[in-house]
């Protein structure tokens, strides 16, 4: 699970938008990438993101 702390000061690399926690992913309220978490770290690079 990811800090609530660490969320706030995380943004999308992409667009620079807010993110949240959603289905076990860091996903993008802008753009809607969608950003894997393995072993409870954050895996915040444009070419591991999925497209919504």
Not at 7 to 16: D, H, M, Q, S
Not at 32 to 48: F, H, N, Q, T
Request: proline share 6%; charged share 35%; glycine share 6%.
């Amino acid at each position: 699970m990811i800090d609530k702390e660490l969320l706030e000061i995380l943004a999308c690399p992409a667009c620079k938008g807010d993110v949240r926690l959603r289905d076990e992913k860091i996903v993008c309220a802008q753009c809607g990438r969608k950003y894997p978490i393995k072993s409870g770290i954050p895996i915040m690079l444009v070419d591991e993101a999925q497209k919504e």
